[in-house]
């Protein structure tokens, strides 16, 4: 609901009552920090989010084997700070290591490596390396349309990512066909008002500006 100051408050009580009862590497309490640190993350507090997302990530590291999915969820959250904080490399470097674990973890067509591969992408893109972003969403696009039935939001995310990877690489025509395909899904799948909605809409208005 966007409301942080209360889900920090029940994510604190919670790991109060963890920090109790369990040995200080117990994986719930790496839950506990993961929580707090995507509230802050959700919250643009780069800084506090980082500091409990290594929290959790150091007890995953000594509970689980190091190719275990839980630790790939853990690079996977640390990437996405440094994304949002504009460190590309540091971005990829987590991303990549995330990766690797959910290969050999998963079969090739599983929607976790879609999300990992769409991830990637974001980098590229936010980079302004429009041409690698596309290759990573295209990737990402081939097993959502496998996987997914074809009103399913996160296809319209990677028919929305195409679009914006064109309209970087000043191909406004593929760029606005992708972000139809991907306003149609959405106008099918989400609640009139969803901020997603106004995002593909303006990109929209942003790419027939360019044409």
Do not use: C, W
């Not at 853990?74 to 674990?101: C, P, Q, R, T, W």
């Not at 995310?157 to 970087?168: E, V």
């Not at 593929?174 to 609640?191: G, T, V």
């Amino acid at each position: 609901m966007g409301d942080y100051s209360k889900a920090l408050e029940f994510h604190e009580k919670s790991l109060k009552i963890r920090e109790k009862a369990l040995p200080p590497n117990h994986p719930d309490l790496a839950t506990s920090y993961n929580n707090i640190g995507e509230v802050y993350d959700n919250m643009g507090d780069y800084s506090k989010a980082l500091e409990f997302y290594e929290k959790a990530h150091k007890i995953l590291e000594k509970a689980l084997p190091s190719n275990h999915p839980h630790l790939a969820s853990s690079y996977n959250n640390i990437g996405g700070v440094y994304d949002n904080m504009g460190d590309y490399s540091k971005a990829l470097e987590f991303y990549e290591k995330s990766h690797k674990i959910l290969e050999k973890a998963l079969p090739s067509n599983h929607p976790h490596l879609a999300s990992s591969y769409n991830n990637i992408g974001g980098v590229y893109k936010n980079m302004g390396d429009y041409s690698i972003a596309l290759e990573f969403y295209e990737k990402a696009l081939k097993i959502r349309e496998k996987a997914l039935p074809p009103n399913h939001p996160d296809l319209a995310t990677s028919y929305n990512n195409i679009g914006t990877a064109y309209s970087g690489k000043g191909d406004y025509s593929k760029a606005l066909s992708f972000l139809e395909k991907a306003l149609s899904i959405f106008q099918k799948s989400l609640p009139p008002n969803h901020p997603n909605i106004k995002t593909v809409k303006n990109s929209i208005d942003n790419v027939k500006k360019k044409m």
